[in-house]
């Protein structure tokens, strides 16, 4: 017994000494797949890449727990364990659960010198930003000028948004619809704001994605081939997805922008195991289901999956700013590091501004080109923003 | 029996009481500061370069013109000190200024109004 | 075949054996999981020295009702939730340091008396069965925990600060931020030694109550739980108000609670606000248990020796799944399963050996019955 303890401390041991050939570490922490597998396998993209610390790579991952509201105590800890590792220089979290930010300050109290970065915050924006080097979320104040403008171009008349109560309560949603409405009255798009049951709600998912099933077609009917759909809930997309690519209609691309949300489901789309985290199989598996469905040119998305490019992105940019080849808060550094792992696409970034009217120059919003199907990109990311669509109060006077 | 009833009743506004006392040191209050052009009355004072803030000896940080930062302080009575920043060296020419805020008040403070002396750089709200 | 192990548990070594097999198998599995987690000695202590100093409060406030005879108090969670209003309030007044802390003690201690009351006069009802009431009085007053919160506040209750406000103008937000208070009581002494924070005034805070502990015992009321705990009938004759000194028992376990709650999270420094409380009747008591106690008899030196073995396989078991089959996310569900396994094979234990305990009891009485019959 005690032999054996020993043996293994030896092997321990010995395996941290010899193989350590990275001349520094980077932590990574993501979700189990029990979530939402895609920045999982972004953590497995940095490990392909840059090889795993036990291994003598670069790259330390591990999961973050299932339910992190109730082990918020088992999140401080894992983060904090890294500040124990002396080549550990930068810590990556997406995504950032709650209990990222009190593991944050943990690691920077004993280790300053380790960069802390936070993909999606599910914590206040502003408790993160103050901690972290650098934080990052989808751009949905932007998208809610972009997604209009993709309409546009897909020759769209009418916007079709579809949501409930409890998500327009959200601030930011809210805001992004207001947006919406602002930018279609611009663009001579006529909005149109519809109602659909809670997947939360008593009905549960099942019965919201029945609701949509039944009623899709006859908006379709009712708003014609021109116009476009949107909801703001991932449940939700499924049932719109099948229903515009066989009623017809337009789909600019989902809330959760993926090529794994809602289109392998709505479309039966199988993948195999040597397809995941390979988006440009998977984006042509899609596509094939697409056009089969007779939906060309009418449906997008974004061609890489975003949780899977911001894991493996911030990993990447991390480690340039390491060996002196970024800039920790150089757009076009950052935009750079997110495009090594969604070649072809573009990306674009603001500022997220707070609630004090203060630029949080260490919380970036980004987002993703548009890719639509059996057409390409919509150049989505060149596309300059007018500023007045940034204004909080827009669409309230 | 009397006697309890004092007792009991002397117990309770004495807690009271330091909940109060805890409630006014303990309080927090916002502090904006702005490097931002100002008017007041007919006077405008602008905002020309940029400074170093130090709000109660913690450093704020630089703040650049037409910038604003906030700055978060405990209790009654604080100080600002603004120094002027040029290419990255502090130019050693300091600004000073004591405030004090009543429970519930936030405050913003005018950098261009600080360094031309002005009455009004400091505006309280509640 | 069944009397045959009954009587070799009469054997005072598998007494023992039996008696200390959750810290047994603790033991054992950890000095597995440590060297397979491959975490430094370092790490291991600090993070050692911050759950010592979080958790041991909430652990100790259970012990006064296993004195009264009522077992593990998992009614602890409503003291836990009182903490959180004062904690609440706080933030929503935005006052912060030591004086922030204080003030929610202040506020939460009234609304602890009255939970603990409440929780006291349900126990009282169903005396015997203490245990798995009071761990559905936690899930009904987790119901109107959350009315309260969710519904009350910024309603009836007036919430100015938006930061914690939902943006509908009335409910709590999911989690707010302690930084205000955060670790205040941790650092009011600072001293460290090398790399290694330690918190001098929450260890002063945790030894104080140990002290009250142990004078508690010897006071008139402590030997009057010690009583009632025998056995209710002796307490009655002896003129004890054995309802009213249930009542108490667990309203200081639960006043307690409250500040054991307030004490964990300024030192976590963010709370979760309708999910931070759940966990924490089960992990104390889990914790009490590992540490060598039973339901009916548990000290001071079981809440220490509970935390210390209950928390590290907290810290190395996620890395050591890890180390044993390679994949992050397996590392995870292997300490859910561990953590989680030996919170039930606990209590199952424990279950089983009061079944033992009673079998030997009856043994003895049997026995003593022949005696004096032989005689």
Known sequence: MKKLLLSLLFIVLFASITLADAP????????????????????????????RVSDGGMISHVTSPDNPDAEIETTISQITAWADDPLMKAIVVQTSISGTTEGFRRVRELRPDILLFAGSPQEDPAMIAGVADLVMQNDNISRGYLLILGAKKLGADTFVHISFP?????????????????????????????????PRSDVGVAGAQQYLLEKVPAWIEEYGQKAAFFTTNDALEEPLIRQVATFGGLYVEGDYASPTMGYPGALGVKFEEADKGNWPNIVKKVEEKVIEAGAAGRMGCWAFSYPYCIAAGLGEHAKRIIEGKSEL??????????????????????????????????????????????????NQTSEVIPEKYYDKNIGKK | MRKQIIIRTALVTALILIGIFLYVIGKEHKVVIDNRDISIGDITYSASTTYVVWVDNQEIGVIKKGERNAAIVTGVSHKIVVEEIKSNVLTGEKHEKRFRLKTNESATVNIPAIINNANEWIDKTN | MRKKSLTKTMNPSVLFLINYAVPIIF????????????????????????????????????????????????????????????????????????????????????????????????????????????????FFMNGIYQLFVLFGMGNIIPISNSSILLPRGYGIRNTINLLGIRQVLDKLIPLKIGDILIPVATFLVIATLCVFITWFRKTKLGQDMRTVGQDNEVARVSGINVENTRVLSIVISTVLACYGQIL??????????????????????AALLVGGASVAKANIPNVFIGVILFHTMFVVAP???????????????FRVFVSYGVIAF??????????????????KIMNYRKSILAK
């Open chain 3, 319 to 333: 890395r050591a799944g890890k180390a044993l089959m390679g994949q992050a996310q397996l590392g995870e569900y």
């Open chain 3, 27 to 138: 033991i054992i599995l950890i000095a597995f999981a440590i060297p397979l987690s491959g975490l430094s000695g370092l790490y291991f202590i600090r993070e050692l020295m911050i759950r010592l100093s979080r958790n041991s409060f909430l652990i100790l406030a259970l012990l006064i009702p296993v004195m009264a005879g009522m077992g593990m108090n998992f009614s602890i969670v409503l003291g836990a939730m009182a903490g959180e209003i004062g904690l609440i309030f706080i933030t929503d007044w935005q006052i912060v340091g030591i004086s922030g802390m204080l003030l929610a003690i202040l506020i939460s201690t009234p609304i602890a008396v009255l939970l603990g009351y409440f929780a006291g006069i349900v126990l009282n009802r169903a005396k015997g069965r203490e245990m798995v009431t009071g761990f559905m009085l936690a």
């Open chain 3, 346 to 363: 606990s209590l199952a234990l424990y279950a089983w050996r009061k079944r033992v305990e009673k079998e030997n009891e009856r043994k």
């Open chain 1, 329 to 378: 808060l150089d757009k076009t550094d950052i935009i750079d590091a997110l495009g090594v792992y969604s070649p072809g696409a573009g990306w674009n970034a603001s500022y997220y501004i707070d609630a004090d009217d203060v630029v949080r120059k260490n919380f970036m919003l980004v987002y993703q080109d548009t890719y639509i199907f059996g057409r390409g990109y919509l």
């Open chain 1, 24 to 51: 520094f570490h980077i932590g990574i922490m993501t979700g189990t797949v029990s979530q939402q597998e895609d920045e999982l396998r972004g953590a497995e993209r940095l490990i392909e890449e840059y090889g």
């Open chain 1, 166 to 198: 409890r998500h327009m309560s959200y601030e930011l949603l809210s805001r992004r619809r207001d947006i919406m409405m602002e930018t279609c009255k611009d663009f001579g798009i006529e909005f149109v704001n519809l109602g659909a049951p809670d």
């Open chain 3, 264 to 285: 964990f999270l300024q030192n976590i420094g963010t709370m979760n606000t309708y999910q931070s409380h759940e966990q924490v009747g089960v992990f104390a008591i």
